[in-house]
């Protein structure tokens, strides 16, 4: 089954700084790669996906990539700010949307510090 | 996009006994999914709630410790049965609407076993 690894486990930046997370993943049919966002104590929060016909995908400040061949897609966060402090987990499916199961990374935690 | 309502919230039940989480959707949607998370952990599949059959379990999970309903297309159940301190944790609904949209989350549900 798929199995997704996701790095680093904890990262801290400073106010306006970049953050980078990286996830890989191990099912070539995997097709759609979401990210959510988890403050403590509240629900995940999806905050961009990618699906597999697309290399770069981009919201405001928020950025994902996607390598097909090296099954490997990150999260970038540019002009980070305090309240983007959480948990934020990448996940893998197969099929275009989230009809299929999800598989989460092991999830990063960002703190943004003023 | 869906809105998830999931009850109770958080519950403290005694071992032994059983504890059953509902889930109510705003809208119709085709996919329903229970998940747990440990405390300051990832999220991990139990089961794909499938309306009008039985559900379908993941590796390490049960029907007999999980039971899960899905009478419609709008509501879900799971029981977590013969419960122990290791079964202290966060249980997840998610959904996924019809017109093929990301996968939305109940607020969870804490559950704590003395």
């Known amino acids: 089954g798929e199995n997704v690894e996701q790095h680093p486990s904890t990262l801290s930046v400073q106010e306006g700084d970049s953050a980078v997370i990286k996830c890989t993943y191990s099912d070539s049919a995997s097709n759609y790669f979401p990210w959510y966002k988890q403050e403590l104590g509240k629900r995940p929060q999806l905050i961009i996906d990618i699906r597999s016909n697309v290399g770069e995908k981009k919201d405001q400040r928020i950025a994902v990539t996607l390598n097909k061949t090296a099954k490997h897609f990150s999260l970038h966060i540019t002009e980070t700010q305090p309240e983007d402090s959480a948990v934020y987990f990448c996940?893998?499916?197969?099929?275009?949307?989230?009809?299929?199961?999800?598989?989460f990374g092991t999830g990063t935690r960002l703190l943004v510090s003023p | 996009s869906a809105v998830i309502s999931q009850k109770p919230s958080r519950d403290i039940c005694q071992r032994g006994t059983s504890l059953t989480i509902q889930c109510q959707v705003d809208?119709?949607?085709?996919?329903m999914f229970w998940y747990r998370q440990q405390p300051g952990q990832s999220l991990t599949l139990i089961a794909t709630?499938?309306?009008?059959?039985?559900?379908?379990?993941e590796s390490g999970f049960v029907i007999d410790k999980f039971p899960i309903s899905r009478p419609n297309l709008t509501f879900s159940t799971l029981t977590v049965s013969n419960l122990s301190p290791e079964d202290s944790s966060i249980y997840l609904c998610?959904?996924?609407?019809?017109?093929?949209?990301?996968?939305?989350f109940g607020q969870g549900t804490r559950l704590t076993v003395v």
């Open positions: 709630a499938n309306q009008g059959s039985e559900a379908t379990y």
């Open positions: 996940a893998a499916s197969r099929g275009y949307t989230g009809f299929q199961k999800l598989v």
């Open positions: 998610s959904a996924t609407g019809t017109l093929n949209t990301e996968a939305f």
């Open positions: 809208s119709q949607v085709t996919m």
